[in-house]
Every structure is written in C-alpha cells, then in structure tokens.
C-alpha cells in the first residue's frame, strides 16, 4: 500500500471547502444506547418517535427498550449473542434494536424482501440466537428458515401497534393470534422489565461490535460488515454537526432502518440531535407526501429512485417540500438530470452522498452551501467531499495511486471504515489491507477534492474492446423526458463480444418505444456506448433500499 503520510490524497485538498463545524474534529467516546440516556435525562417527554398518529418519548422508548433488554436476558441471552431484526420502519424496529444493545447483544438488521434461503443463510452465519420480527413473516415463513439455524428466542411484533389510524395504503393486513413458538414484542416492552444487571450492567463501548450488517448481495452471497458502536456514533455525530438543522430536528425515514443509511442517518443522526424521528412502516409515495404535510420534515435522505417515484406522484406539489432544509440522496445513483428537475418542480437541491455498509454509510457527502459540480467530460454528478478524518484514494489496478482527475478504484481510510467482515479472515484481508477498505467501486477526485463515482468496477461493459461504463449511458437516459428508470448491462454478442443493453420504465402517461430510446442515446453518446437494445419494463427490480439490481436484470438475458 502507498504510504499515506507521502500521498497526495493525505493532504486532504476538501478540507478548503468544509466549514469551521464541518471541520471540527468528532471523536466520539459514548454510544447511541448513553445519547439515549443523555436525551432522557435532559428532555425526557420529547416526542422521540411519530408513527402515523402515534407518539412516543424518548423517556417512553427508553422503559420500552429497557423492558425488551431485561427479557431477552432473562431467556437467556448472553453479552455478544446476535440478534437478528426483520421488520420495516416502524417502532418496534427502534424499540428492538436499543432493547439488545441494552442486554449486550450485537444486532444483525435483515431485509424484510429476503426469502427464507437467504434469512436461513444470514441466521447461520450469524450464529444468531433470537430473531425479532412481525408476526405475519414469522407465521408465512421465517418459522422455516429458522428450524436449521441457532436462533432459541423469537419475539414477534404486528406494526399496527403504536398507532390507531391503520393507514389502507400501507397497514392493510391484520393482526393475527399470538404464536405459541414466540413472545409478544409489543407485551414484552410493556411488562416493565428492568433492564439486566442495571442501567449500565451490559451497555456497549464504543470499540464493542453494534451491527452484522450484511451486503445487499448485487454482487455475490451476503457478507456481514461488522460496523462497531464508534463507528455509527462517528458517522451520527458528523451528521448532526455537518447538516445545519435547528434544534430538536425533525427527521423522516424514507431509508428502511434496517439498511446502514437509514440507521445511521436518520435513526443514529436524529437520536444523537435529540430530534423527532417519522416513521411510516415502508415506502409508498402518498404516504410519504402525507407524512411531509403533517410533520414538516427538516430531512431526509433515500435513494435516488424513491425520489423519482415522489416526482412522479399525481398529487405532488411543492408545498410537501418547504419545511425541508437539507435532503440527501444515497443508496444508488443520483443522475444529474434527477437533481435539475426536482429543484425547478419542487424547490429542494438534493445533495449527494457516497458510502457503503462497509464504512457504516456516508464517507463523502455534498455539505449545506455548496453543490455538487459535475464532469464537464463525462457528464457524472459528484458525490461530495469526504469529512476531515476521513482519507480518500484512487488508485490503479497495481495499488498505485493515480493522478487527480484520472480514474481507479477508490479507497477508503477512515474512523467509519469497519475493521472487517464477520469470520471472514480471507475477505477481510483482501477488502481491508492495513484497515483501507478497497470498495470495489471506479471514481475520481478533483484537484479540489470533489469525488466522483463513475461505475462498480465488475459491471463495467466491454464492446470490442472498449470500455463502457452503465453510469454514463444511464445518465443520457436519464435527460429524456419520458424516462423514469434506468439501468444499464453489458449482454452477449456474438460479433463485439458484449454490447449494451437498456431496460427501462417509464413516467406515468408518457409514450416512447425501444427505437427512439436507442437514437436518442446514438445522437448523445459515442458509437460504441449506445444501447444497441432496449426493453422497456413496468419496473425496474430493487433492493429494498431502491438500488437498481443490474444482476437481476443480466439474469433475464442469460435465462432466456
């Protein structure tokens, strides 16, 4: 590895750009569980959590998570088990994530759109002892997943608790009988257990492991990222101290909680602001905008996609946005076009992030009062500056560091970056040489520090030898005016070896075809860039944090 203290990149050209508060060193030495504590000592009747026409205090989720930690230590859960979640936005997420940080535990946040092979392969790997989740998932088919897998406890929970307003649009199931193989989560954090061994008996250090976080698997089988205490408080801390939010902040959570963005920048950050957090079970675009109108949101931050599908929405206007002081996007490409459009329709900029579960969300970020340039050679929208204690590098393929302005992959060194994955001492060794998280990731950085991400480094696409990135041609799909989603792959091609496809959906009411697509690309990007085929889906496939999922999307090529 190159040597930081003789790097370019060590002289940390962005610090010019931040502000005084958003160079100011953060060096956290507490976690979110004594931020908790510190709120309840100081405002404990704020509304810590708004659920449609639910409310509850930080002192309420406080006794709440306290209750849960005392009965999972009382079913025997021991310092350092892991204790998987599956449940959507909602306060059972808040109440169980806090209630086995407080019994000691370690967290493993999982996808609610997982199947049970993919469940079954996180609570193996996890070694996971309890599982908490909604009761409906557990009755259809996390009882399956979890008969060849460690986990002894299960708490089941049904969303339309802490609320009375049962939303159509959203909560439109039912609550169904308490199962016989699992405790009541709801019950559980209303019994009063006192949390074990005192207030602080089990609470986490900083150096203490928080989360498993398991990729999203867009690029392979799910590895789990062993994000620490520090590392979330270090990431919280630079949100609250870089956002420029007023006092006591309302926060919505477009993000799921159990992805990194969202729990570290809208759970973590709001919790460390001593703020209000919105929650509105998952996302569904008039929800969404309802919740904006109700509660007057000071931010956000989700995918680009999410915001798209607001745009989109008939009855948008930009009233549901005045209350906004900051919105950021994460979580998949933002596309210049999208920035443009959404501040002429609706008045908010929003402001670009970069990060990875490996470094617990954000490592570069556009800050209040700047935005972002973008490329004028290949047209892509920077993803922002990295913080002060963070280092950025672009190196080439032999590890080399590489000019400002040239392309390579990006690393990453930094008090966020995770110090490895959990029992894999293979991968960690080759994703984080001396603790730089290698991200996988082809980018550059400006002379002035502004980075830039060009494309993953396995999806790049070559077509008779040329390299073609799906980003750029994305973003030239993007400017056409009846397009709504794209992504971009390389397919087989009997004469250039690949060539490139596009799959597409489209704004509602709009009216194009495959042909007009691919010349209106032809007349924009270089001969061997434009999609020589196009398809035009309903929807695009997504994780549930609205990335893309080109692997998907080459899988109906190679099944057809």
Known sequence: MTDTSASRYAAKPWLALLSDAQRAPVDPDHTLVHALRRVVAETPDRTFLAY????????EVDELSDSVAGHLAARGLEPGDRVAILLQNSPHFVLALLGAWKAGAVVVPVNPMYKSGEVGHVLRDGEVAALICSDRAWESYLRRAAEDSPVRIVLTGCEL??????DARVLSFERLPQADDADDLTAVARAGHKAPEGRDGRAPGPSDIALI???SGTSGTPKGATNTHGNIMYNAERQRTGLELPEAPVYFALAPLFHITGMVCQLGACLDSAGTLVLAYRFEAGVVLDAFAEHGPHYTVGPSTAFMALAAHPAVTRDHFVSF??????????????VEKFRASFGPYIRNG?????CTAPCASVPPGLEAPVDPVSGTLAVGLPGPETVVRIVDD???EVPFGEQGEILVRGPQVVPGYWRRPDATAETFPDGELRTGDIGFMDADGWLYVVDRKKDMINASGFKVWPREVEDVLYTHPAVREAAVVGVPDGYRGETVKAYISLRPGAETDPGALAEYCKERLAAYKYPRQVEILPDLPKTASGKILRRELRSRVNDR
């Open 354 to 358: 970069y990060g990875l579960t490996e």
């Open 52 to 59: 449609f026409d639910g409310r509850l205090t930080y002192r």
């Open 325 to 338: 002081r900051t919105i950021s996007s994460g979580g998949a490409p933002l596309p210049p076009a999208l």
């Open 213 to 215: 976080s398991y990729t």
């Open 398 to 400: 032999q590890g080399q």
């Open 161 to 166: 608790d802490f609320q009375t307003r049962n």
